[in-house]
């Protein structure tokens, strides 16, 4: 992509904001600029500030020290109405989305007539989202669509809302190949038209490929910011982590596959609806399955009638088996018992007590599984919180912070800390590393292979085929809601996978 002239007059201007937090500084003096019709990527670990700073462009939160200039003028936002009213829009990592109106209601959202026709507003809604290249029915509830949709629907609204900065927080993060190179022609279109893009992303290839300039955070500060040119991933790395540091599934080296011990899960014939069709797999204990497939393959749905989140076919459904017995379970609580964890793809929905505390958090996953104790004393909480916080380096001030405000890798974390503290047999893991940074990814990584280790059945659904080459003893790959093929990562390649998960 080609970016603006290097002369051109930034529309947006920092200079020296600072946020502070119960004295802690989650952003410390940070002078940038955002120009019309530009990407500017923001790099960093989780933690990093990125979406501090988001924040503070936007309206959502008020610095404590520093100045917002917009054209030159210096400009207080109170609120993201303020923001929006301003031109600027941002596009959040977990959708801000009403989930019980339709999508074609979502889109025209505080934007409406005095008297509005259902048809209409969907017919409008269908041609922009045509528009788009956005495969979403205006028609839908908002509560009835994947991540990756909700995504779509989000990315649409901004874009309706004509703004003329738009922040992007993970964007790509759900999306698939086909549907990420209609959102970089989406981008490349509103840059033509003068539009002011900040890209926040773990991606790294991807700031490299559409960034006119890179700006990397560490700390709450800037450690560099230039021309796209003057990066390459080991630079952007480095700056991120203060050296270089292996851990990106990128850099594992190859190893030995695990041998098949124990079978604990047998799936037969597992049917819902249309969207798990007759699916049949095998997981055994002491091995990572890994479970690929593209948005729309049945994968989430299959772990979660597994997990007791869903139901099957009532009749003909299929057979569960759990080390040889069979299991149907009304409710997740059931399977729980049973030794089933499952860690959600939409943390922010389902992961999480966000208005808890860290502790508080654990503490109901440690309770779930006693019937005798309704509540945990504050010392064993603390023990909890700092058993956790050490071994995934989940980086907050206190055992106290609420979850809602830690960045999104590090609420990942607790996540993950809340389904091991059920101390179970089988961990399924449905996108375990989205929206999490490279350093944090090399950590999470090594929690899944320490399960694997001790005898743990781990399955991991993940869109990012690395992370499933690198991490599985078994690779299943999903397609049309069905298990359709079975790969060793010793012999498969990546594009035997794709084409399976794809044909």
């Known amino acids: 992509m080609t970016g603006p002239a290097n002369g051109a007059k930034p529309m947006l201007r920092l200079q020296g904001i600072s946020k502070y937090y119960h004295s802690a500084a989650a952003v410390r003096n940070v002078d940038l600029e955002f120009r019309a019709g530009e990407c500017h990527a923001l790099l960093g670990e989780n933690g990093a500030g990125k979406s501090t700073l988001s924040k503070l462009i936007s309206g959502v939160t008020q610095p404590t020290e520093g100045a917002i200039l917009l054209d030159g003028k210096p400009v207080s936002f109170r609120s993201p109405i303020d923001g929006l009213r301003s031109g600027i829009v941002m596009v959040h990592q977990e959708t801000s989305l009403v989930p019980s109106m339709t999508v074609a209601q979502n889109l025209f959202l505080g934007d409406e007539t005095w008297f509005n026709r259902k048809r209409k507003l969907e017919i409008e809604a269908q041609i922009f989202l045509n528009s788009l290249n956005f495969e979403v029915s205006p028609e839908a509830l908002v509560s009835s669509l994947g991540s990756a949709r909700k995504q779509m629907v989000e990315i649409a609204r901004a874009v309706r809302q004509k703004a003329r900065l738009i922040i992007f927080d993970e964007p790509t993060a759900t999306l698939t190949p086909e549907e990420k190179s209609h959102f970089f022609a989406l981008l490349a279109r509103l840059r033509r038209d003068g539009v002011a893009i900040v890209f926040i992303s773990h991606a790294l290839e991807e700031a490299l490929q559409i960034a006119d300039r890179i700006t990397v955070l560490r700390d709450g500060q800037v450690v560099s910011s230039g021309q796209v040119t003057e990066y390459d991933r080991a630079r952007i790395v480095s700056d991120m982590v203060g050296r270089s540091r292996p851990g990106d ?78 299991v149907r379970y009304r409710v997740p609580r059931q399977a729980m018992f049973d030794g089933i964890a499952y860690v959600t793809e939409d943390r922010k929905h389902d992961g999480f007590f966000e208005t808890m505390s860290i502790a508080d958090n654990l503490g109901v996953a440690a309770m779930a599984r006693s019937a005798r104790f309704w509540a945990l004393p504050s010392s064993r909480l603390v023990s909890l919180f700092h058993h956790w916080k050490r071994k995934l380096d989940i980086k907050t001030i206190d055992e106290g912070a609420r979850v809602v405000e830690l960045s999104g890798g590090n609420q990942q974390k607790v996540v993950i800390a809340r389904s091991l503290q059920l101390n179970p047999r089988i961990v399924i893991l449905d996108e375990p590393t989205r929206g999490v940074d490279v350093g944090a990814i090399a950590e999470i990584h090594k929690a899944i292979n320490a399960l694997a280790d001790e005898g743990y059945a781990v399955i991991l659904i993940s869109s990012y085929l690395p992370e499933v080459m690198a991490m599985s003893d078994r690779v299943l790959v999903s397609r049309a809601g069905k298990i359709v093929e079975e790969f060793s990562p010793e012999t498969a390649t990546e594009q035997q996978i794709m084409y399976a998960a794809v044909h």
Do not use: C, H, W
């Open 249 to 326: 599934v990128q850099d594992v080296p190859p190893r030995k596959v695990r041998p098949r011990q124990k079978e604990v899960l047998s799936v037969r014939n597992l049917s819902m609806g249309k969207v798990v069709r007759n699916t049949s797999f095998t997981v055994y204990a002491g091995q990572v399955t890994g479970m690929f497939g593209l948005v729309g393959s049945g994968r989430t749905e299959t772990a979660r009638i597994i997990a007791g989140l869903a139901k099957r076919d009532f009749f003909y459904g299929g057979d569960v088996m759990l080390e040889g017995r069979p």
